[in-house]
């Protein structure tokens, strides 16, 4: 789920290399055999692949392993030792990404940009170039032969803006080479190559979010009377625009509303506080209401980070590419005291736009 967090304030007053594994025994007591090589399928990690996605972000992963045999040759030793290392010989990796470039060609023509290959562990530690511990462990004569698997995660990252266009990802510029050390000891018989002939379907980016140009919002309310707020009635209204600009066909975006300071969620009522020593004032709260509609807008829980599906409304839907959409949130003062304090104050709320 993507999501834009803002607040208003009121105031009162082309050279393609191969990608292989090898192979070879850690200590000259031991021999090693390539058993096969195991290539998963690819998933896509994102169903509606979003043109605004941040760099870095995994499109596309499969697993890939070697499958080893370890087996003692003349050894007394009760227990061997083995060590599975790897060789990332990219050297051109950057963050965010920390991807290689791909070669491939976009839909319509053209290259394919703004994507590349990355590797990580088993356990999702990215790999960045060099050398670098794959799998290390023992097994015991009883044992034997002990088959060992070599396992890594191969994604499909975007790597920069100029993705924008999808495409068939058709080689890598890279290779990766994991083997067993030292090297040498099997003979190099014990390998197996992976092309990187990847011919990998990318479908096209989508625009599925909006920029919010909205982000702070000022209300200077004037000064209120005494008389001029009955007991128990709204003021008159104030009114601000959010604008929500470039959203992509379809898009239903939904707008959630906070308070900075922790209130009892789900009520319409938000709190003010004195300017001059940050005590809330009793009695006195602000009311947010659709412009749309009329509706009373609840608020939801101030720490959250994503949308709280609660309390939040749709702004509109989008009907072309690059539309625009606006929401008109109406402002009132609430009175629920008969008297109150005097002086400056402030009633800070946040809203979060979410696209579920």
Not at 47 to 61: A, H, T
Not at 203 to 227: E, F, I, N
Request: net charge neutral; hydrophobic share 40%.
């Amino acid at each position: 789920m993507n999501r834009i967090k803002a607040n208003f304030r009121i105031f009162g007053f082309c050279l393609l290399m191969g990608a292989g594994f090898f192979a070879q025994s850690v200590q000259a007591a031991m021999s090693c055999v390539y058993e096969r090589r195991i290539e998963g399928a690819w998933s896509q990690k994102i169903l509606n692949i979003d043109g605004n996605l941040p760099i870095g972000s995994v499109i596309f992963e499969r697993t890939l392993a070697v499958e080893v045999s370890f087996k003692r040759i003349g050894s007394t030793a009760l227990v061997e030792d083995f060590v599975i290392n790897g060789y990332w010989s990219n050297t051109n990796v950057q963050p965010p990404s920390y991807a290689a470039s791909v070669y491939g060609t976009a839909n319509g023509g053209g290259f394919l940009n703004g994507l590349g290959i990355r590797y990580t562990t088993e356990d999702g530690k990215i790999i960045t170039q060099g050398a670098f511990l794959l799998k290390a462990g023992r097994f015991q004569p009883y044992q034997e032969p002990s088959n060992q698997y070599a396992v890594l995660k191969q994604q499909v990252v975007k790597m920069n803006d100029q993705f924008t266009k999808g495409g068939t990802i058709e080689a890598l510029y890279a290779a990766m080479v994991v083997a067993t050390f030292p090297a040498g000891v099997c003979g190099g018989d014990a390998h197996a190559w992976i092309e990187m002939d990847l011919n990998l379907k990318i479908p096209d980016p989508v625009q599925s979010t909006c920029t919010l140009d909205t982000k702070l919002l000022g209300v200077d309310w004037p000064p209120l009377a005494s008389d001029e707020l009955a007991l128990y009635e709204l003021s008159q209204k104030r009114s601000v625009e959010i604008v929500l600009s470039q959203c992509g066909k379809g898009v239903k975006p939904n707008i959630h509303f906070a308070s900075y300071r922790d209130l009892s969620r789900g009520k319409y009522q938000n709190l003010v506080v004195s300017t001059t020593d940050d005590r809330i004032i009793d009695g006195l709260y602000i009311r947010l209401k659709n412009a749309n509609n009329g509706a009373d807008i609840r608020f939801g829980n101030p720490a959250a980070v994503t949308g709280d599906s609660s309390v939040w409304f749709n702004v509109g839907t989008a009907q072309t590419d690059k539309a625009t959409l606006r929401q008109t949130i109406d402002i009132y003062l609430e009175r629920t005291k008969d008297k109150l304090r005097v002086g400056p104050w402030v009633s800070n709320v946040s809203f979060i736009i979410s696209y579920p």
